[in-house]
């Protein structure tokens, strides 16, 4: 059995691109962890005054926002994960390299997602299954 080995990054990106994507993943992480706190203090603050003399309008609202801050706050949870994960494979050398068919992923598709770890025909392959 043949070892599989890991592609390098591929040539079409500069260390300078890197380090500007690398710094791209590392603000939007740093803005998204500021956002997660805010969420939690939102939905802290909400279990104090829940329920506290609220008509079924007021708490069906409260609810409602109540779960669309949770939501928001996993949604930010995956893309700071989505975005450490970006950073790691730049890191270790395989960022623009897909991890389905370890071809290189374009860089325009990188450009406008960089935290794509599919080129474009494995993701559309996974999208039909």
């Not at 329920?51 to 069906?60: E, F, P, S, T």
Request: glycine share 6%; aromatic share 4%; charged share 30%.
């Amino acid at each position: 059995m043949t070892p599989v080995t890991q592609t390098a990054t591929p040539p079409m990106w500069s260390e300078e691109e890197l380090a500007e994507v690398r710094g791209q993943l590392q603000s939007e992480i740093d803005e998204l962890n500021t956002d997660i706190l805010r969420h939690e203090s939102e939905i802290a603050s909400g279990d104090v005054t829940q329920g506290a003399g609220d008509d079924q309008a007021d708490a069906g609202a409260k609810t409602y926002e109540r779960e669309r801050e949770i939501a928001l706050t996993l949604n930010a949870r995956d893309l700071v994960a989505q975005n450490e994960r970006a950073i790691a494979r730049i890191d270790a050398g395989t960022y623009g390299v897909c991890e389905s068919c370890h071809k290189p992923i374009g860089k325009e598709r990188l450009q406008a997602f960089p935290r794509a770890t599919l080129c474009v025909t494995c993701k559309q392959r996974e999208e039909r299954r």
